[in-house]
């Protein structure tokens, strides 16, 4: 089992930043690729970033320059830096992890979301 615990969402006025956390525990081998993702009201889902095992990174063209993704050293956790917040970032926030586990299984984990609200 492989389980994502979030944080670091909240109220920020526009311009402002915040930090989100992602991480993940459990039986993981080995840590194949971690992301962002967001979703506004009445909207679909959307990818805002992403980061692989090899430190390669993804953006979505509507946050690159404001927003950075990386991870610990360990690679079990993933954060989100949050700048220039515009309130169009307003969403829930919701971190996703694919892994492989110790009993060689390949998992898709969704965190439970964190809610970002850009607002003054």
């Known amino acids: 089992q492989v389980q994502l615990a979030e944080s670091g969402g909240g109220l920020v006025q526009p311009g402002g930043s915040l930090r989100l956390s992602c991480a993940a525990s459990g039986s993981i081998a080995v840590t194949e690729h971690m992301g962002w993702y967001r979703q506004a009201p009445g909207k679909q889902r959307e990818l805002v970033a992403t980061i692989s095992g090899d430190g390669g990174t993804n953006y979505a063209d509507s946050v690159k320059g404001r927003f950075t993704v990386s991870t610990d050293n360990a690679k079990n956790t993933v954060f989100l830096q949050m700048n220039s917040l515009k309130s169009e970032d307003a969403a829930v926030y919701y971190c996703?992890?694919?892994?492989?586990?110790?009993?060689?299984?390949?998992?898709?984990?969704w965190g439970q979301g964190t809610l970002v609200t850009v607002s003054s």
């Open positions: 996703k992890v694919v892994v492989i586990t110790l009993g060689a299984r390949y998992l898709e984990v």
